[in-house]
Structure formats: structure tokens, C-alpha cells
């Protein structure tokens, strides 16, 4: 029987993340003994060999390594899951819209006039929007194409604009009417910011890693890194800072998403079809 337990996932993972049984059976508030007896009874049934183990530790096979990455997505759908059934037996409740912050207030200011129902604003980090939505934090999210991960989610698009880049004021490049890409790509002085992938990791590049709007604004003030947004989201921009269109950037449209079938759809449509 091929069926798997939410607590047979867990005392995986934790092993599978800490590589060790001992440490992850105290991350679970278990006993080593039956924390090992699982993992065991798991291989067995299913039939494959998940960690290699020796008296270091443990190291995942090629299996293990499928069945972290997939059971990390289950358990995450579970949490949504009780997160959405809660919030839709409470009739009080707001609905949540999820947005980056520094994203335009002017759209964010009109969609939230135009929404009929109580709205709780989350803020977040570049690119979390898709993480929210999907694990069941938030009902709705304000998320950019082509930049964001839309990937499973119904949308609507709301509002299409140009690209500028965010450099130094006190660099040369301030003082241009416009750019293009390949001006921007290649100031040997002021390398674009790298924001990290989907998996975690940075591409390849001389410019800083960053993670964070906060980290990035202050970046730019020092004259370490340039960047290139929607012309909207410069609303964060200080006084360090100078916009500067990019007149060959790909337009950027902003989007709003949810899960297909919620039941909040027929409410995010009908406000979508305003006028943005």
C-alpha cells in the first residue's frame, strides 16, 4: 500500500533537512529508537533505500533527495489546506492580499477601494507573493509578469507599465534621460543586484546577492549596485536615489492571482475588470 502519513513526512524531512537522527529527533520531541524505526518501515514500504546512514550520520540518495523535495510540497499543501478551511468557516474574517512591499501605492490604494470585503494587507520580500498564496497565508496577491512565479494560479491583469533603473544620484548614470538594457548590464562600477531563484540559489554575476528592498536601497545610496523595476514600485525610493528610464526594458504588467477554484475568484474578477 503505496498511501503515506503527514507523520511519516515530517519525521523525514526533519531527518532528511538535519542529517543526523539524533538532532532531528529532538527537533521532533521524540525518541531516537522510534524515529529510526519509522524511517525504516518507510523504506520498506515503499521499497527504496532513502539515506545512506553510517555513525556520522546520514546522507540522502538520489530517492531521498525526490521524495524531500516532494514531500515538502505535500506538507505545505496540507498547512494550506487547514489554513483555507479555518479562514472559510469564519465568516468574520478579511480577506487577505498579499503585495510586495514598495509596490506601487497608487494601484494597491485603488484595488483596495474597489474590493467590496474587509482586506488585511501582508506584506513581503521580492518574490514571495507565490510562497503565501500557495501555502494558504493569503487569499489574493498583487504579483508581477514576467518576474514572479504565476505557475498553477489563476489571474487577472489589472495595470502594464515601462521599466527604470534605481542608481546612485551621485553616479554619471544619473544624470541620462534614458538607458538601455545593455548600458545597465554593463557598468563596471555599479553591477546589478542578484535576487535569489526560486531553489535558493543567486545567478551567476559580479553584483551583490541580495534578499531583502532594505538591503538593495541601501546598496544603491552607497554606490554599489544599480537595479531595474517596474516604474511604479520606486515608491520606495530615497533621496540617494535617482530614476532613470529603460527605454528597451521588457514592460512589466501586475497581476492579481489566487487559487484556482477559490471562492473568492468571482470577487477578484469583478474588481479586475476596473479600470486601473
Known sequence: MDDLETRELRYFVAVAEELHFGRAATRLGIAQPPLSRAITQLERRLGVRLLDRDRRGAELTDAGRVLLREARTALDAVAAAVRRTRRAGDPERPLVLVTKAGASHELLRALLDVLTDPVE??????????????????????????????????????????????????????????????????????????????????????????????????????????????????????????????????????VLAWPPGSPVESLVRSAAELSF
Not at 143 to 156: C, K, V
Not at 181 to 187: D, F, G, N, R
Not at 188 to 194: S, Y
Not at 215 to 227: D, E, I, K, S
Open 121 to 254: 494587507v501582508l506584506l513581503c520580500e521580492v518574490g514571495e507573493q507565490a510562497h503565501r498564496l500557495r501555502d494558504g497565508q493569503a487569499d489574493i496577491a498583487l504579483m508581477h509578469r514576467p518576474f514572479d512565479d504565476l505557475a498553477g494560479f489563476d489571474t487577472a491583469d489589472l495595470h502594464t507599465e515601462s521599466q527604470v533603473a534605481i542608481v546612485p544620484a551621485t553616479h554619471p548614470l544619473a544624470a541620462s534621460e534614458s538607458l538601455t538594457m545593455a548600458e545597465v548590464s554593463h557598468v563596471p562600477d555599479l553591477p546589478i543586484a542578484r535576487w535569489p531563484r526560486l531553489d535558493g540559489t543567486y545567478p551567476d554575476g559580479p553584483g551583490p546577492e541580495v534578499r531583502t528592498q532594505s538591503q538593495l536601497a541601501q546598496l544603491v545610496a552607497l554606490g554599489r549596485t544599480l537595479l531595474v523595476i517596474p516604474a511604479s514600485s520606486r515608491a520606495w525610493q530615497w533621496p540617494e536615489h535617482v530614476a532613470v528610464p529603460v527605454v528597451d526594458a521588457p514592460d512589466v504588467t501586475t
